[in-house]
């Protein structure tokens, strides 16, 4: 449902916008939308509106600090359900063989939930393993947490190119554009960047066919907008992850973001209450968060609440609380003997926050 949802949001916005603009109400420019003098400009267009400037711009100013507390209680909400981009990249799907839609495989996520990879000993309601596939299942299926050893590991082992390797990860590509793109409105006089924006675009290309079907004079407008958006988004497939400095901005200020993160409930999770395989929840985020395994992918700053990780577990363990609380994290497999030996195969870990009763 909120694939739909996704879809349905930015194309009523724009359908909302088109109507205002055929009626001539008043609402707002390509940038600032709003309700005659009151409106609210994009964050990145009022940055580069005051640094053309030179000179403070209270609008701005107040835009800014809205978009700001939006991000601190949202996140990047925005990118996930407002944004029109992502609308447009489905697009994709036309233009390969056979006319395949994008729309639930560009993200990772299966178009048969039932057939998607990386589940073992899953059956029954909710992929539920059943009785004797919970007695017979192999003990290398089991979902184990990662040591602090294995971690470091990780880290040390990578040459840096993985998602997983937060410290030692190039910088990102969408901050190096947001920096060019504000100290090119410094250098030119006005925000360079808007003309090329395909959220801006994006309206201007409704009014643009309103104006041609109402008879009114177009230019070659018409022609260059769409393929604008056509090379940023649909072509040039890495925008909104390497390019958006929208993106980047939400980025940066989400990262004091603590609300309506993705939460796993222990109980429910195939991994910690079947002992069973799963990772569907990380295939399907768009961003490449592991919500499962945090320290595996994106950190949690990129999250566009798109719901596309609960949508696709099967035991609904993932919800977006206000605030999230606290867990200590997958559990770990109480150790096994291992036969005539007598010794633990699995050797627990001492909890030296507390002093255990057996330690002198």
Request: glycine letters at 10%; hydrophobic letters at 45%; a neutral charge.
């Amino acid at each position: 449902m909120s694939q739909k949802l996704r879809i349905i949001i930015p194309l009523a916005l724009l359908g909302a916008a088109g109507v205002a603009y055929a009626a001539h109400v008043s609402a707002g420019t390509l940038s600032a939308f709003g309700w005659e003098s009151i409106s609210l400009i994009c964050p990145i267009g009022a940055l580069g509106t005051m640094l053309a400037s030179k000179m403070l711009v209270p609008r701005a100013v107040i835009s800014i600090v809205l978009a700001v507390a939006a991000i601190l209680l949202l996140g990047r909400a925005f990118c996930g359900w407002l944004c029109p981009v992502p609308v447009w990249s489905k697009l994709r799907g036309i233009f390969k063989k056979g006319g395949t839609s994008t729309a639930g495989t560009a993200s990772g996520i299966s178009s048969a939930p039932d057939a998607a990879p990386g589940i073992s000993s899953v059956g029954g309601d909710l992929g539920r393993p059943s009785a004797t596939e919970a007695t017979s299942a192999a003990p290398a299926t089991k979902a184990t947490p990662l040591s602090a050893a294995e971690k470091r590991a990780l880290k040390t082992s990578c040459a840096g190119g993985c998602s997983s390797c937060a410290d030692r990860k190039p910088a990102d590509s969408r901050h190096i554009i947001l920096g060019g793109t504000l100290l090119s409105a410094a250098i030119f006089g006005f925000p360079v960047f808007c003309l090329v924006c395909p959220v801006g675009l994006s309206f201007a290309m409704v009014f643009l066919l309103i104006a041609l079907f109402g008879g009114s004079d177009v230019t070659w407008s018409v022609l260059i907008i769409p393929a604008l958006i056509a090379v940023e988004v649909i072509f040039f497939r890495k925008w909104c992850s390497h390019l958006c400095p929208i993106s980047s901005f939400m980025s940066l200020i989400g990262r004091a973001n603590r609300t309506f993160q993705p939460a796993i409930d222990d109980a429910k999770c195939l991994e910690t209450a079947h002992n069973a395989t799963c990772g569907r929840c990380a295939e399907a985020c768009e961003v490449g968060i592991n919500p499962r395994h945090p320290e595996l992918g994106t950190t949690f700053n990129e999250c566009t609440r798109c719901h596309a990780c609960a949508d696709v577990c099967p035991g609904h363990a993932i919800s977006f609380p206000l605030i999230a609380r606290k867990t200590a994290g997958a559990p770990a497999l109480e150790p096994t003997t291992a036969g005539a030996s007598g010794t633990s195969a699995i050797e627990p870990e001492l909890d030296l926050d507390e002093p255990s009763e057996t330690l002198s």
